[in-house]
């Protein structure tokens, strides 16, 4: 690929074979063939030269949205810039910027500790800030999208930066634009977010009205967000302790009739009504009733706590993990006749 701005490039990247199974959450013992850290955004026209002359170019962030091969052919390239600051305190919100290589979480907790509140419901899950768009991430009834203000993506193929808004990253529930199209495309540099003044918790999600912290009135951010950790520490394996990628399976969404039908069926059925008419099913709900929960094929097992969460016992391989979320596959579509859709980037 010819690119005139590698001239300018104030930094050069040298390709490393690197292990990338401490890379990855599920802990999928892996091995990169070439592999680059980006500590600077200077480093983008040399990578954009790099992925031209490779066969593929993999983006890694916090790795906890993957399940990756023994082997990953072409180039990685690990995002690591780092950075948060506040662009703007407007009358009606803060708008906060941070770097794609943040610790999501980390990103999340420095906001509480500077007042700008709006993101404690997404305390705790892990991965970067890069990453978060990618998937909507999403929890404890808010959704990035809802605080999405813009991004900043180096294109790799056409070598140079582009601004998006939230209209062109198509958001849909776990899902945008950066999940279609070409792999390897884009590189998230940083990540502006809009945090509405004055403030309101949004405590809808039942595991949050049932929450003793919250239950007294009045919570503020860090009570939310104090709330979200301690749920999630119950429900979700630690990814330092247990590797796991969160939730597996995306919950399905069915039509409504479908929905009719499986609610005169099996009693119990949880749904929860979308905008367009459509019912989302929770999958969890389905794979414990399988009986799936907390039971394993080899390394490769559902968690006993959270059926949506498949974990690594130790050792496991993608084709252990693959294995598994078909035999949960294939049980959930032959009694309920729903096709569950796996979460993670399976590479
Ligand atoms: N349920 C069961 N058995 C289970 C798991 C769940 O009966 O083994 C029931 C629960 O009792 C509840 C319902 O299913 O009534 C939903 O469960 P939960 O509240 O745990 O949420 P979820 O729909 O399973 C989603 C997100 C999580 C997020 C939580 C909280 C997806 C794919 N997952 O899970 O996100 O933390 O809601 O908002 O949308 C992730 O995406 O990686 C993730 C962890």
Redesign the pocket.
């Known amino acids: 690929m010819s690119n005139p701005l590698v001239d300018f490039a104030s930094d050069s990247l040298s390709p490393v074979i690197q292990d990338l199974t401490a890379l990855n959450t599920l802990g999928l013992a892996s091995e990169a063939d070439a592999f680059v850290t980006l500590d600077a955004p200077a480093q983008l026209p040399a990578l954009s030269v790099l992925a031209g002359q490779a066969s593929s170019l993999l983006v890694l962030g916090g790795g906890s949205?993957l399940v990756l091969p023994e082997r990953v052919p072409g180039l990685v390239a690990r995002v690591a810039f780092k950075g948060v600051r506040l662009l703007e305190a407007r009358p009606g919100a803060w708008l906060v910027e941070a770097a794609g290589g943040e610790s999501w979480h980390g990103f999340v907790s420095a906001c509480v500790a500077q007042g700008w509140d709006g993101l404690e419901?997404l305390a705790l899950?892990p991965g970067t800030v890069g990453a978060a768009p990618v998937?909507n991430?999403?929890?404890?009834?808010v959704e990035l999208e809802e605080r999405f203000h813009s991004l900043t993506a180096w294109d790799v193929r056409q070598a140079r930066y582009v601004e998006m808004t939230a209209a062109d990253c198509r958001f849909s529930?776990?899902d945008s634009a950066f999940k279609h199209g070409e792999p390897g495309r884009w590189v998230i540099v940083s990540v502006r977010f809009l945090l509405p003044r004055p403030w309101r918790p949004v405590l809808a999600?039942?595991?949050l009205q049932r929450h003793a912290r919250l239950a007294a009135g009045s919570p503020c951010a860090r009570d939310v967000f104090d709330a979200v950790c301690d749920i999630?520490r119950t429900?979700?394996p630690d990814p330092a302790v247990t590797g796991n990628?969160?939730?597996f399976?995306?919950?399905p969404i069915v039509p409504a009739a479908l929905r009719d039908d499986l609610a005169g069926r099996f009693p119990g059925l949880?749904s929860y009504a979308q905008p367009d008419g459509r019912y989302k099913l929770?999958?969890?709900?389905l794979?414990?009733?399988c009986g799936w929960?907390g039971r394993a094929l080899g390394a490769a097992a559902v968690?006993d706590?959270?059926?949506?969460?498949l974990v690594n016992r130790g050792g496991a391989t993608a084709a252990d993990i693959m294995r598994l979320a078909r035999a949960v596959q294939q049980a959930v579509a032959d009694r309920y006749g729903v096709r569950l859709e796996p979460?993670p980037v399976v590479v």
Do not use: C, T
């Open positions: 949205n419901n899950i998937q991430i999403g929890a404890y009834g529930y776990r999600y039942p595991d999630r429900k979700l990628a969160g939730s399976f995306k919950n949880i929770a999958a969890g709900w794979i414990d009733q929960k968690h706590r959270q059926a949506l969460v979460e």
